[in-house]
């Protein structure tokens, strides 16, 4: 093995990591019935461009991010507030060590946690980790056209937009969707820390220093996207 190899294992590999507004830890089987709980607060999976999980869906979603981790493909978390209650979910995906690249996304938050700090420091912790970490020259962001809010969110954690790739999915009824891309590069990486870092400092109770990356209405932020 080599050295670049075991490098990107310790990130690909199933950690835990710990802010002050949430924690996020490996996925497990077990958290289901929680999870089950967090979709419904809201009903996060109504929205016709998003693919979060329905609670009678829970367990399927969760066997297919667990599948894809033991393929190397993805590194799912547990989303959990300051309190230790279920949140969500996240996942760093398309995950590509040769390249030292991945994207973070299939993200979907209980709605009383939309827009709070905890995306901000979800997001902030995730790509730490695979900067400082990992060494990633890349993280990329996607989302489907449409959902504003989400790329608003994912603006104003710093992303900059690469492009739109034009009729990418095909939606469970038929629509075309168009995503966007986002991403930030190692370069740009020190100046996103601060910025992200200002914003958790100077948000009060119940501020949203970055909102709900992908929340629109009802549905949580970067909600999954099956072409990933």
Same mark, same amino acid.
């Given at each position: 093995?080599?050295?670049?190899?075991?490098?990107?294992?310790?990130?690909?590999?199933?950690?835990?990591?710990?802010?002050?507004?949430?924690?996020?830890?490996?996925?497990? &089987?077990?958290? &289901?019935?929680?999870?089950? &709980?967090?979709?419904?607060?809201?009903?996060?999976?109504?929205?016709? @461009?998003?693919?979060?999980?329905?609670?009678?869906?829970?367990?399927? %979603?969760?066997?297919?991010?667990?599948?894809?981790? %033991?393929?190397?493909?993805?590194?799912? @978390?547990?989303?959990?507030?300051?309190?230790?209650?279920?949140?969500?979910?996240?996942?760093?995906?398309?995950?590509?060590?040769?390249?030292?690249?991945?994207?973070?996304?299939?993200?979907?938050?209980?709605?009383?946690?939309?827009?709070?700090?905890?995306?901000? &420091?979800?997001?902030?912790?995730?790509?730490?980790?695979?900067?400082?970490?990992?060494?990633?020259?890349?993280?990329?962001?996607?989302?489907? @056209? @449409?959902?504003?809010?989400?790329?608003?969110?994912?603006?104003?954690?710093?992303?900059?937009?690469?492009?739109?790739?034009?009729?990418?999915?095909?939606?469970?009824?038929?629509?075309?969707?168009?995503?966007?891309?986002?991403?930030?590069?190692?370069?740009?990486?020190?100046?996103?820390?601060?910025?992200?870092?200002?914003?958790?400092?100077?948000?009060?109770?119940?501020?949203?220093?970055?909102?709900?990356?992908?929340?629109?209405?009802?549905?949580?932020?970067?909600?999954?996207?099956?072409?990933?």
């Amino acid at each position: 093995m080599t050295g670049t190899t075991q490098q990107h294992a310790r990130w690909i590999n199933p950690f835990s990591v710990h802010g002050d507004h949430v924690t996020l830890v490996p996925l497990e &089987e077990r958290h &289901e019935d929680r999870l089950v &709980e967090a979709v419904q607060d809201g009903q996060v999976w109504d929205t016709w @461009f998003a693919a979060v999980p329905s609670p009678v869906g829970m367990r399927r %979603e969760i066997e297919w991010r667990l599948g894809l981790a %033991e393929q190397g493909r993805m590194v799912p @978390f547990t989303v959990l507030d300051a309190a230790g209650r279920v949140a969500g979910m996240t996942a760093y995906m398309n995950v590509d060590p040769d390249n030292r690249r991945l994207e973070i996304g299939h993200t979907w938050y209980r709605g009383s946690v939309q827009r709070t700090a905890l995306n901000t &420091e979800a997001k902030l912790l995730l790509l730490q980790h695979a900067f400082e970490e990992a060494d990633c020259i890349a993280v990329g962001f996607r989302t489907a @056209f @449409f959902n504003m809010p989400s790329r608003r969110a994912i603006e104003r954690l710093g992303a900059k937009l690469e492009g739109v790739w034009r009729n990418h999915v095909i939606l469970p009824d038929g629509t075309l969707r168009d995503t966007c891309y986002y991403s930030v590069i190692a370069g740009e990486w020190p100046a996103v820390k601060r910025h992200l870092t200002w914003k958790l400092d100077h948000a009060g109770a119940g501020a949203a220093p970055g909102g709900s990356a992908g929340s629109a209405g009802s549905a949580g932020a970067g909600a999954a996207d099956r072409s990933a």
